[in-house]
């Protein structure tokens, strides 16, 4: 069965700091990749996809097959990136509904 | 405006008692979900509908069920059986390359 991991509950770091939230997946076929994001006393909302590239508030993401991973990353944080971030994965066959990581709470301090 | 409209924002429910959550949209899209959020565990798929008069069970649908009446009604009850209910309920649909609109959620206590 398909699986994804955020391995860090928490994570914070200074602003103007670089930034790594992790996610790793299991699954044997090919997935597609996102991060959804949750600001204090907002719907959740999704940041990126890996299929699009894009570079989203200063936030990248790319898919890494060979170690199953989709980390997302941040050259510079700012303290309005606070929030929850979860990562999520769609099966190419089968059910079309997403999986999602535990997420990861990232603190940016001033 | 356009969007997904979860009620009630709060809900109570007393031990033995099943109630329902109420999810509507106005995406005009075929697919809605129903997840829990727990702290430290993610989102967990309790049912989903892919199409009006068709549904699904998803990995944690026992205690739970749901109806598909209306594209744009996607109505949750969580029953007696439901051992642990007290939790943050989200409802989404999805759009044709599978991203995801969500509501603002109904966090249910049991009292």
């Known amino acids: 069965a398909q699986r994804v991991t955020q391995p860090e509950k928490l994570l914070s770091v200074f602003k103007g700091a670089p930034v790594e939230l992790k996610c790793n997946y299991s699954?044997?076929?090919?997935?597609?990749l996102f991060w959804y994001v949750q600001y204090s006393r907002q719907r959740l909302q999704l940041l990126l996809r890996?299929?699009s590239r894009e570079s989203i508030k200063g936030f990248t993401a790319d898919l890494n097959k060979g170690e199953t991973s989709f980390h997302l990353k941040k050259p510079f944080a700012q303290e309005e990136d606070s929030a929850m971030y979860y990562c999520?994965?769609?099966?190419?066959?089968?059910?079309?509904?997403?999986?999602f990581g535990s997420g990861t709470r990232l603190q940016v301090q001033p | 405006d356009g969007g997904i409209t979860q009620s009630p924002k709060y809900l109570f429910r007393k031990e033995g008692q099943n109630v329902t959550l109420s999810c509507e949209q106005n995406?005009?899209?075929?697919?809605m979900y129903w997840y829990r959020q727990d702290p430290g565990q993610g989102l967990r798929l309790i049912y989903y509908?892919?199409?009006?008069?068709?549904?699904q069970k998803g990995d944690i649908a026992e205690g739970y069920s749901v109806s598909r009446e209306k594209k744009e009604s996607f109505p949750l009850t969580v029953t007696s059986a439901q051992k642990n209910p007290t939790a943050f309920y989200l409802c989404?649909?999805?759009?044709?390359?599978?991203?995801?609109?969500f509501g603002s959620g109904t966090r249910l206590t049991v009292v």
């Open positions: 989404a649909t999805q759009d044709r390359n599978y991203g995801y609109t």
């Open positions: 509908s892919q199409i009006v008069n068709d549904f």
């Open positions: 890996h299929i």
């Open positions: 699954y044997s076929g090919s997935p597609e």
């Open positions: 999520a994965l769609l099966m190419d066959t089968g059910r079309r509904a997403l999986t």
């Open positions: 995406l005009n899209h075929d697919a």
